[in-house]
């Protein structure tokens, strides 16, 4: 009888292993996006999340990848640390094989070291802290955008040699993304004999009055500003220094390039000048990712959408390539096969870092963003 019943729990057992592994054989491949979908800084997250809806329903519609179908695992950071790391645990529970995102510096920062201890790569639309990708602590970490020093850089050149300022106020955000732009910015000032930084300062996040700062902009005889930070300040920024006939340029980043400062700031915005990922309009994907989104959306997209379409086009490209999900496969395939994206023909260097990939500088005119030739 004893016998009867070993003999029964083995083929019991084979019989739950045999399942198990056809269920595991039809499993989805699982891919994260992670953003901000809530908050005042959504409009950065929801084109990628839209973009990454766009393309899995395509591939899926194909056949899926590797002959499974892509099951998008979507998790709101609200661009805030504390809540990234919750969001990567979430995403880690869930086995992804990758993640698009997160979107602001601070909260990547947050979530790459527990995505590096569990083995999935990440790929940023939006993330610019130069230290992402050059301090070596995150091999995981990847972007489809260009880092804050290259940033400061185009700004710093802008300010100097197209508008000829001399001195010049550098405000920040006291975040990872516009305190670490700004410096960038007063470094690459500071070098300049012909600049001067005369006010060097960092606003609380949410205040509604800046008239301390605007005073201290004021007093110190600057010929522009350079903000690095988010829409939410620099829209009340400009907007009260302009009611008090402060009239002097305005030079922000990819923080505040974006159609939701222009809603907020209003006429005040007119004039404003930005860096932003270079125009890709004549690509035909980049022309073909808008139709899509207008299609879809009924809408034009905002801030990232084309990056976060080149950021999941080159994830489906690294399992393609790698004919697996296995990490070390895909992120070797990231870094050695070209992928045409709507940025162009893209791999990542041995950093993460997109080659071919930079800025432009825009202004607000009529209205709406335009890019500076």
Known sequence: MKKILFISLIVALSIFTIVSCAKKEEA???????????????????????????????INAEGGLLGKQVELVIE???????????????????????????????????AMGIYNDSGILA?????????????????????????????ARIEVDFALDTLGLKKIAVLHDKGDYGKGLAEFAKTFLEADSKAEVVLFEGVTVG????????????????????????????????????????????????????????KVAGDYA?????????????????????????????????????????????????????GSTDYDAMTK?????????????????SRGDAEGVGFSMYQVQNGTYVELK
């Open 28 to 58: 989805t491949i699982k891919i994260g996006v992670a953003g901000p979908y809530s908050g005042d800084l959504a409009s950065y997250g929801i084109p990628t999340r839209k973009a990454a809806e766009i393309l899995v329903d395509k």
């Open 76 to 110: 709101d950071d609200v661009c805030k640390a504390e809540v990234a790391t919750n969001t990567a645990a979430k995403m880690v529970g869930e086995e992804v094989v990758a993640v698009i995102g997160h979107i602001c510096s601070g909260a990547t920062k947050a």
């Open 123 to 151: 790929i940023s639309p939006s993330a610019t802290n130069p230290g992402l990708t050059q301090s070596g602590d995150y091999p995981n970490f990847f972007r489809t955008i260009a880092s804050d020093d290259a940033q």
């Open 207 to 262: 205040a509604v009055d800046y008239t301390a700062v605007i005073n201290k902009i004021k007093n110190s005889g600057a010929e522009g500003v350079i903000f690095g930070g988010y829409h939410p300040e620099a829209s009340k920024i400009i907007a009260q220094m302009k009611k008090r006939a402060m009239d002097i340029p305005f030079i922000s980043d990819d923080g505040v390039k974006d159609d939701t400062f222009i």
């Open 270 to 322: 007119e004039g404003v000048y930005a860096s932003g990922p270079m125009d890709t309009a004549t690509n035909p994907l980049t022309i073909q990712a808008l139709k899509e989104h207008r299609e879809k959306y009924g809408e034009d997209p905002g801030a990232f959408y084309l990056n976060a379409y080149a950021a999941v086009l080159a994830v489906f490209n690294a399992i393609e390539v790698a």
């Open 333 to 349: 395939a990231l870094r050695s096969s070209y992928v045409e994206t709507t940025l162009g023909k893209i791999k990542f260097d």
